[in-house]
């Protein structure tokens, strides 16, 4: 949260223009409030759920006391690039008719280290050619990256249904409804780790069934006759990151029955060469360790290895 805060205060515009306020939903890890006052020295407001109300609830929360006529749902540990709020404001300015914005961004290590870009989209800011068979089919936005109008979000309504994807049904129903502009300049950070929401689906599989779920809904914000191809395109999409994160899952989490179940789950969305791969891949680990694992892992050495993937479009 430091650098999140810090990378926005050395970016403001000042209370008359800008609204920073951090919404905590009840923590107890850190002592959030502190933290802002000792960061923000009166700058950044501050508000306490009065118990865990969960990551959609907050962001209603956030959007219910947002006051300004662009909102940005800054995650805690993400954080910005100078410049990202002028060149939003740019692109917001010069596409007035825009009911979101957003710019490039980099994946990012828990420890800061950055990992790789996202695709290139565009070569200039702009509309991206064939937008919505972009961002029908795969989630090719992160949350620090997008800024929606305010006006957007009260028509719309808040994020909903799942706890896995609503960000990518949000974009997708932005899209229909507006046009939507984007900046190729990364100025925004998106943090990988394996703590949080992302990470405690992948442990349960919660991950699968949201995202199909999502795929679902999506359907009904795209063009009826595109709506088939899609589908087929997202689950494919899907189940190849899926199957790929499995060996995350079996070694980061250390977690082979879950590990197997994803590549399972991977292949039921979309069978192909490579969600089959993946399956025959995590069940004979599981079976070598079975037979094996007692001379070649000796319980308690405590050896975690964690590899970060991110998912990245295969079609378009």
């Not at 009260?154 to 799942?162: C, H, K, N, T």
């Not at 199909?212 to 006759?225: C, E, M, R």
Request: charged share 20%; proline share 6%; aromatic share 10%.
């Amino acid at each position: 949260m430091p650098q999140a805060l810090v990378s926005i205060l050395m970016q403001d515009p000042g209370p008359e223009l800008m609204q920073i306020e951090v919404i905590d939903d009840c923590s107890t890890d850190i002592d959030v409030e502190g933290l802002v006052c000792s960061i923000g020295k009166g700058r950044i407001g501050y508000f306490r759920q009065p118990q865990n109300v969960g990551s959609l609830r907050n962001f209603e929360t956030c959007l219910n006391r947002s006051r300004g006529q662009w909102v940005h749902l800054l995650h805690g540990d993400d954080y910005l690039e100078p410049g990202f709020y002028e060149e939003v404001a740019d692109l917001f300015v010069a596409y007035p008719e825009a009911g979101a914005a957003f710019t490039g961004y980099y994946q990012v290590r828990a420890d800061g280290e950055l990992l790789y870009p996202n695709p290139t989209l565009s070569e200039k800011p702009g509309y991206v050619e064939n937008w919505m068979d972009i961002v029908g089919q795969s989630q090719p936005i992160q949350p620090p990256a997008m800024v929606v109008k305010r006006a957007v979000y009260e028509q719309l309504g808040s994020f909903f249904a799942v706890r896995y994807g609503e960000d990518w049904e949000m974009w997708v129903r932005v899209s229909a409804n507006f046009p939507v502009v984007h900046s190729p300049r990364r100025l925004a950070n998106y943090r990988m780790h394996t703590a949080g929401i992302s990470s405690e689906c992948f442990q349960t599989g919660e991950n699968i069934k949201d995202i199909s779920k999502v795929i679902s809904i999506v359907q009904t914000h795209l063009p009826p006759g595109k709506r088939r191809r899609m589908e087929k395109l997202a689950r494919r999409n899907f189940a190849l990151y899926f199957a790929r994160t499995s060996d995350m899952v079996y070694h980061g989490y250390r977690s082979p029955s879950q590990a197997l179940r994803q590549a399972i789950g991977a292949m039921r969305m979309s069978a192909n060469r490579i969600t089959c791969y993946y399956v025959l891949k995590i069940a004979l680990k599981i079976l070598i360790r079975y037979r094996f694992g007692q001379i070649r892992e000796p319980a308690g050495t405590g050896r975690t290895s964690i590899r970060k993937i991110t998912f990245k479009p295969t079609d378009r």
